[in-house]
């Protein structure tokens, strides 16, 4: 199975434990592509999932939680994107 199939059915899976009120599932495995999938394919993952789950499973998060995601993300990032992400804040 190629990479892109593997999170395509986590993105799938994703969208079903959302549907099913799960979301503490699909934040587990939110976690799980955050931290093994190279960047250039999360962006792809991210911007396949609607908009609404993203938020959805987000919203479920406790501070803690969306602390860990952010600094799991920007540890992916080359020192230059995380310059570009900073100056947008």
């Known amino acids: ?9 986590y993105l ?6 959302e549907k099913e009120g799960t979301e503490k599932m ?7 592509i955050l ?9 792809g993952i991210l911007s396949d999932m ?16 969306k602390q860990e995601t952010i ?3 920007l540890s992916q990032m080359s020192k230059e994107e995380r310059q570009k992400i900073i100056e947008q804040l």
Do not use: G, W
């Open 71 to 73: 600094r799991d993300v």
């Open 12 to 17: 799938e899976l994703i969208t079903e434990l």
């Open 1 to 9: 199975m190629k990479e892109d199939e593997k999170y395509q059915i």
């Open 26 to 32: 699909a934040y587990e495995i939110l976690r799980k």
């Open 50 to 65: 609607p908009v609404d789950i993203l938020k959805s499973i987000l919203s479920e998060m406790s501070v803690e939680q």
């Open 35 to 43: 931290r093994e999938m190279p960047l250039e394919q999360q962006k």
